[in-house]
């Protein structure tokens, strides 16, 4: 059987460069589900459809095919009907709209299945929002990764700054308590520990101790 760490948490805490560094310490593949919901929001933006519950997107969804590869340097990359889109699916208003379309029941159950079957075929440590409590309710670790919106609006500026990106801080911050605000308000599997979950906060820690944080729960647990 294949063992599953379940990573969830909101939006900015820093989930994804985590989970990377922490599978490769453990050998197993990362899967960011953030990005399959990135993608389907692109794939909606880039034919027109809003991204909400519509006939529409139903007939995308069935179209469509997301992959998750590596390059040689290790670096995630995310392809949307074979085309490589890891770049176009990190902008703020990409962010946007996989908020939104994150909430419509029919890409969570496109989702769903694609997500359990990775975790079936690998053992993984896959992040996201709501691994812990819908996609692998058994997985064998589950931590829910947080920290206070205005660190990780400081983060996700940063990085944004770092690629040659025009943002404001402010703006960043909203985006932050907006996502926090759908991610935890939809009905449909909202983002929320799962009652077997372990709690890290990185509010005060840098990279490497959140690493080591996070490392520390799963040899604890595993
Ligand atoms: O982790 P991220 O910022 O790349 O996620 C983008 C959006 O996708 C986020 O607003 C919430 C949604 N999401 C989700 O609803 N469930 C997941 N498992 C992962 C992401």
Redesign the pocket.
């Known amino acids: 059987m294949s063992t599953a760490i379940a990573l969830?948490g909101p939006?900015?805490a820093g989930?994804?460069t985590i989970a990377r560094r922490a599978a490769k310490a453990l050998g197993f593949i990362y899967v960011?589900?953030?990005?399959?919901?990135?993608t389907i929001g692109l794939a909606a933006s880039e034919t027109g459809i809003e991204p909400v519950d519509s006939p529409e997107l139903d007939a995308l969804l069935s179209e469509i095919t997301i992959d998750l590869t590596f390059n040689d340097n290790g670096e995630q990359v995310v392809l949307l009907n074979g085309r490589d889109v890891s770049g176009l699916i990190r902008t703020p208003e990409a962010?946007m709209t996989?908020?939104r379309i994150?909430?419509v029941p029919s890409v969570?159950a496109f989702?769903l299945g694609l997500q359990r079957d990775m975790a079936k075929a690998h053992d993984v440590i896959m992040?996201?929002?709501?691994?812990g409590t819908v996609?692998l309710p058994d997985a064998q670790v589950k931590i829910f990764l947080t920290a206070s919106p205005e660190a990780r609006a400081g983060r996700r500026y940063k990085e944004l700054i770092e690629k040659g990106m025009d943002v404001k801080f402010e703006d960043i911050l909203q985006d932050v308590i907006t996502?926090d605000f759908?991610?935890t308000h939809r009905e449909i599997?909202p983002?929320k520990p799962a009652e077997d979950s372990v709690t890290v906060d990185t509010t005060e820690l840098d990279f490497e101790q959140s690493v080591e944080a996070i490392l520390n729960v799963i040899k604890e647990r595993l």
């Open positions: 969830d939006a900015g989930k994804s960011d589900t953030g990005a399959m919901y990135r962010s996989a908020s994150s909430a969570r989702l992040d996201g929002r709501d691994i996609v996502r759908n991610d599997a983002l």
